[in-house]
């Protein structure tokens, strides 16, 4: 997957190996973007690269990357998970983050499926909230929706703090609800593969508890 030759500056490539020098860029830029509640380490994505199901993208200008996204194509699922995207600081602002996003939605076997996205949440007074409430209107602009009732309990990837979490979805044709035994599955399937959790956690069930059968998306 290459755009050197669309219109836009950016070469969108897919990363094969954690030996690609691009692949220090892209720790570097991850390293700067996320907190270490929500950071695995550098010998887990090492680990994720190797794995067929993982995706790894970056999106290049004159030769330097200044984003990423990786994204985790769920087994036995109708969906995947965008479990990070981010753009390098000093780029940022100019678009990169929507075309990472959109090339990301659009490759395959991704585009067949309801592209998960775990969000930090806005819900609750935190100095980060209004970035939060940024983070998640840049995402609707691009089409993608809010799980609203769902309080997202996401299992720990690091010793640090984690902060609470959301779900937004998306795809070109997103339905106006979903069924709560369809988030039951989304939910089983990103615990057990993306998270190594037990399908009958009992984090998931409480997470479902009380919401109604189908649940609008917002």
């Known amino acids: 997957m290459d755009s050197s ?11 094969q190996s954690c030996v690609d020098p691009d692949f220090d860029s892209l720790g570097r830029i991850y390293a700067d973007s996320f907190p270490e509640g929500e950071r695995k380490s ?16 970056t999106a290049s200008q004159s030769k330097t990357v200044v984003g990423y996204s990786i994204a985790a194509c ?9 479990e990070y995207m981010s753009v390098d600081r000093e ?26 996205i775990e969000v930090e949440s806005d819900k609750t007074e935190s100095p980060e909230k209004a970035i939060r409430t940024r983070r998640k209107a840049f995402y609707r602009r691009l089409g993608c929706r809010e799980i609203p009732f769902l309080n997202y309990l996401m ?11 959301d779900w ?45 059968e189908s649940l609008p998306l917002l």
């Open 74 to 82: 769920l087994k036995d699922c109708d969906a995947c998970l965008l």
């Open 168 to 212: 937004m979805v998306y795809h070109p044709s997103l339905p106006r609800s979903i069924e709560k035994c369809r988030l039951r599955h989304w939910l089983q399937s990103c615990y057990t593969q993306v998270y190594g959790q037990a399908g009958n956690d009992p984090r998931i069930e409480s997470m479902l508890h009380g919401l109604p």
């Open 42 to 57: 550098i010998a887990k994505l090492s680990g994720m690269l190797e794995d067929p199901a993982y995706q790894f993208l």
């Open 5 to 15: 030759k669309s219109k836009t500056p950016w070469a969108i490539r897919r990363l």
């Open 155 to 165: 299992p720990k990837v690091s010793t640090g703090t984690l902060p609470p979490m």
């Open 91 to 116: 780029h940022r602002g100019q678009g990169i983050g929507q075309f990472l996003f959109g090339q990301t939605a659009k490759s395959s076997p991704l585009s067949d499926r309801i592209l998960l």
